[in-house]
């Protein structure tokens, strides 16, 4: 089995968000991002939800800033990929690439 | 660690006047609830963002909405997915967590028949206790279901209502109505598609084959259309059918077409001979033709011109069909404005009382919705007790599996997963129990229906009575709400455990987990409580039925027997005649060997049969608070002496009581304290009804029950059989029953009496014989029937509550061997070590009996109606049942805390 096989598709989503964003990517920023680039509505909650797991999963490593008066004096939490997260999306990449091929007719 | 580093700080910004918009209170504690405690400060601070955003953007009120959605949502993401889910662990293994609720539920179903059978003993106690409980509702339920809801066997039935007299100052309704009275409601009433007068009615078929008295009702033309039945074959009844002279037309009902009559398809047109008169066969009714009196057949009911203006004479029933979209109290109403006019225009006749409109089921039902309520109920408390009872072996297995949970719950098993697994196992219990329940419930039914009580054949549904999707549904929804009854707070409980000290304890081997021991000992609390309630209602309805028959008839009812014989107008046209058969028949019966005496009367007691008539006494007005009625007896010489009735003053009717004698009446002493309390009724002068006709009172007669053992015994007047008495009509004398006291039994009887009527005319049947105790027998059956269920139900609710009592003792014993082995090596004694625990036992039954003492008060009180001669405080009633269970406990009891005392200090220790 292989980790990559562990990965949904909003996982996906969500790492490829974190990525684009780099040092700026905590949940609100993380909604925005997906928004811009798909088009999707999502609910904050299942943001939220899919960093914990991920988090909790070993995906992503988040830190905690320092706290701002805007948050009222609350901290944002940003978010990184671990190396296992880039493998894991190289892997799903691959497969997905592996599986276009071919395609392009069909689908264009 | 992230949460107590900046907790601090988050809690004190909270209550900060941060200089842009601090989250609202609310939202701040839905946060602290619902999330888990390292995404509090991030969330709140991203919420917090949002919020000053909005108010600058849509201002405060939209902003504040959306912020409450937004929290509310995330919290309730969070929850959901933790209770579900658990929490996360690492990808490996991730997946064997996942998978849909039926592969969770197909798991569970496994897990749950494998754990119950490798313990096939508290299986079995589970599902038969279940079983008892599930079986007695479902059995009580068909017939509470059958008689009190389920639609009647008519076409759109809640259109057809009972029609009736109420007579509001003797406290009665829906009471029989006079002629007259009818006959005008049906002209002025607007309300009713249809509208028809009955009464019951019997009739002799001859000419075909043996002679047989056949049950019928006669009513006038609309009967049918009011029950929305047309005759399959042939026609209902013609308009002018109900004037005497055209009547002689019959209905048959669609059995006597094909018991008597071979379902032969030609029948209509044919001729028939009823009462010796030849009646037109006009049709046959549907096989699905119900009424509760079974009848036979159906002739009109045909009143000659005389008996038409009768306003006194309450003798007919009725019902009608409201159009449609009327409602009952819309035809109450008109009914009641029809009712003052009447009372209105003739004062004399119609001034104590108004019209009744009831629902035709109302009407059938009648006495019997309470007594069916609280079996309902009184079974639904067996219920409980069984829930409850259930619910403490789960709680004491939970707590021999807590080594099993804490180690699915240490290993990231989700709380809700392993309670709904735990309720899985629940539901299973109460789907075997149910099953079981239903095989106990189709034999129960059957049992019930074999002991009905006559009185119960003429509700609606009785016949259907038996397990059909309704009662299945019903069984299937009492099973499932039973499972999650007794299944939620033992999963609950069980499962509230701290991983590790759950752990710690399962490893030592001691411990009742607080909760789950307190839990336990609040649902046998509730048992003992809910015995203790069935009890006393079973006690107080059996110190009824105690009472009710010990309660003396007021004459002997041993070796007396009654059938009734009535004759046929065709051939006995006039009072003499009638009078004549019943005096040969009498006569016959006296020289019979092995019979007493004999005699004749129009209302033998417990027979059913009964009429009221206004009192008059001459030369005077009596002032009382009831209305001046009583009952009319026809009776023959020797009838007193033959019930044995004792002769209170003057003399009994002897053969100076012809018909052209002096016209003279014996009363009963309820009459005298009525009428004449201060005064010698005897030689005073009264009239029965209308037409009057004075009669001199020579004697009065001790009070005999005639409706019940538990009616009042009302004025009754009785009259010599040769005189006539045309108050009542002239069919009166037609239709009276023999009554004789005998030396032998029932079947030596039988074919005495038949000899002497056949002796007298060959052409007349005669009726069922019945014995006078029988009929007493009948009617305290209902009464009977009643304590029969609620002592069973009691009996089962005590041997239930036992067995919760003992088991909840046996495993507190078996927790504290090991305590209890310390105690006696410090020198407890086994005699202080059986105090100790019976203490413990005994607080937990006296403050389920002091629960059950109110408990019962309340239940009493809704038994008030089926009391009898017994309040429902009976300090004697609760007293006993006190001890009955305080008894049945300390046994229960005794032998844990027996064994308690035998723990040998030194085996307790060491197996420790």
Request: net charge positive; with cysteine; proline share 6%.
């Amino acid at each position: 089995m292989t980790v990559a096989a562990a990965l949904g598709e909003f996982e996906q989503v969500v790492l490829l968000a974190i990525l684009r964003l780099g040092d700026d990517a905590y949940a609100v920023a993380v909604q925005n991002e997906i928004q811009r680039c798909t088009g999707r509505e999502l609910s904050r909650g299942s943001i939220y939800i899919t960093l914990d797991r991920l988090e909790t999963k070993g995906y992503l490593r988040s830190r905690l800033a320092d706290p701002t008066p805007e948050r009222g004096g609350r901290a944002k939490r940003y978010y990184t990929l671990r190396p296992v997260a880039i493998e894991a999306l190289k892997e799903s990449r691959r497969a997905l690439v592996a599986l276009w091929r071919g395609l392009e007719t069909k689908l264009a | 660690m992230r949460s107590s580093r900046y907790g601090a700080g988050w809690r004190r910004s909270l209550r900060s006047p941060a200089d842009r918009e601090p989250l609202p209170a609310g939202v701040e504690w839905v946060l602290r609830v619902g999330l888990p405690a390292d995404q509090r400060e991030p969330i709140g601070g991203d919420l917090a963002e949002d919020y000053a955003a909005r108010v600058q953007r849509d201002g405060r009120v939209r902003a504040l909405a959306a912020v409450w959605l937004q929290a509310l949502r995330v919290a309730w993401r969070f929850t959901w997915d933790r209770s579900m889910h658990g929490r996360p662990l690492p990808p490996i293994g991730d997946e064997i967590r996942r998978g849909s609720f039926w592969d969770a539920l197909r798991q569970d179903v496994g897990f749950g028949v494998r754990m119950l059978r490798r313990q096939p003993a508290f299986a079995a106690v589970a599902v038969l206790v279940l079983a008892l409980g599930i079986g007695a509702n479902t059995a009580i339920f068909s017939v509470v279901d059958a008689v009190l809801w389920r639609a009647l066997p008519f076409t759109r039935g809640d259109e057809i209502v009972a029609l009736g007299e109420a007579r509001p100052r003797e406290g009665r309704v829906n009471g029989p109505i006079a002629p007259a009275d009818f006959f005008d409601w049906r002209r002025d009433s607007r309300s009713f598609a249809a509208m028809s007068a009955y009464y019951e009615t019997a009739m002799n078929l001859t000419g075909r084959g043996e002679p047989e008295r056949l049950r019928g009702l006669a009513a006038t033309p609309g009967f049918l259309a009011a029950l929305g039945i047309s005759p399959p074959a042939g026609r209902d009844f013609a308009p002018d059918e109900e004037m005497y002279g055209h009547h002689r037309v019959v209905l048959l009902t669609d059995g006597l077409w094909r018991r008597r009559f071979g379902g032969d398809s030609s029948i209509v047109g044919k001729s028939v001979t009823f009462d010796g008169n030849p009646y037109e066969i006009i049709g046959v009714l549907p096989s699905r033709f119900w009424w509760p009196t079974r009848p036979e057949l159906l002739v009109p009911l045909a009143l000659d011109d005389h008996d038409r203006t009768l306003r006194a004479a309450h003798f007919l029933n009725a019902i009608g069909r409201l159009k449609p979209g009327l409602s009952v109290a819309q035809g109450r109403e008109e009914m009641a404005i029809i009712g003052r006019r009447l009372s209105a225009a003739f004062p004399a006749e119609n001034a104590n009382h108004t019209t009744s409109v009831l629902p035709l089921r109302d009407a059938l039902v009648g006495d019997t919705r309470p007594a069916l309520l609280v079996l309902l109920g009184a079974v639904a408390l067996v219920l409980v007790i069984a829930c409850a009872n259930v619910a403490t072996l789960l709680l004491a297995r939970a707590t021999t599996r807590q080594k099993e949970l804490a180690i699915r719950m240490a290993v990231g098993g989700a709380r809700m997963r392993l309670v709904q697994q735990m309720l899985t196992e629940s539901l299973l219990l109460a789907i075997l129990g149910g099953g079981a329940g239903l095989l106990l419930a189709t034999w129960s039914i059957e049992t019930l229906r074999r002991f009905l009580p006559a009185q119960f054949a003429a509700l609606p549904g009785i016949d259907g009575l038996g397990l059909d999707a309704r009662v299945l549904g019903s069984a299937l929804v009492v099973s499932l709400c039973t499972g999650l009854a007794f299944g939620v707070a033992p999963a609950l409980v069980a499962s509230d455990q701290r991983a590790g000290r759950a752990l710690n304890d399962a490893v030592r081997g001691s411990s009742d987990g607080g909760r789950g021991g307190r839990l336990r000992t609040a649902l046998v609390v509730a048992e003992v409580a809910l015995s203790l309630v069935l009890l006393v209602g079973a006690g107080l309805l059996m110190a009824s039925f105690w009472n009710i028959t010990d309660v003396s008839p007021g004459f002997r009812p041993a070796q007396l027997f009654t059938t009734r014989v009535t004759l046929p107008s065709a051939r006995y046209d006039d009072h003499a005649k009638a009078v004549a058969f019943y005096q040969a028949v009498i006569d016959r019966l006296r020289s019979a060997p092995g019979i007493e005496r004999a005699a004749a009367t129009s209302a033998p007691p417990f027979s059913g049969v009964d009429a009221r008539l206004n009192l008059e006494v001459k030369d005077r007005t009596i002032e009382s608070q009831f209305p001046v009625r009583a009952h009319p007896r026809l009776v023959s010489e020797d009838y007193f002496q033959t019930l044995g009735i004792p002769l209170m003053r003057g003399r009994v009717f002897d053969n100076r009581d012809r018909a052209e004698g002096p016209a003279v009446a014996i009363i009963n002493q309820s009459a005298v304290r009525r009428f004449w309390p201060d005064r010698n009724p005897l030689g005073e002068r009264i009239s029965l009804g209308d037409p009057p006709r004075w009669m001199e009172i020579v004697g009065v007669v001790g009070d005999i029950k005639h409706e019940g053992l538990d009616a009042e015994v009302a004025p009754e007047v009785y009259m010599p059989l040769p005189q006539e008495f045309a108050a009542l009509g002239a069919g009166l004398v037609r239709g009276l029953s023999v009554v004789v006291r005998t030396s032998g039994d029932v079947v030596s009887v039988a074919p005495l009496l038949r000899a002497a009527v056949a002796g007298v005319d060959d052409q007349q049947p005669v009726g069922m014989i019945r014995p006078m105790d029988d009929l007493i027998a009948q009617s305290v059956a209902p009464r009977r029937l009643n304590v029969l269920l609620l002592s069973v139900f009691a009996l089962v609710a005590v041997a239930l509550t036992a067995a919760g009592l003992y088991g909840v003792m046996a495993y507190v014993v078996a927790q504290r061997t090991r305590e209890i082995g310390v105690r006696m090596a410090l020198g407890a004694t086994p005699a202080g070590i059986l105090g100790l625990v019976l203490r413990q036992a005994g607080g937990v039954a006296v403050t389920g009996i002091a629960i059950g003492l109110a408990g019962a008060y309340l239940f009493a009180r809704l038994l008030t109606s089926l009391l009898f001669q017994v309040s429902a405080s009976e300090p004697a009633v609760y007293g006993a049942v006190c001890a009955v269970l305080a008894v049945v406990a300390f046994v229960a009891i005794m032998i844990p805390a027996s064994r308690a005392a035998r723990v040998d200090p030194l085996v307790a220790l060491r197996d420790s």
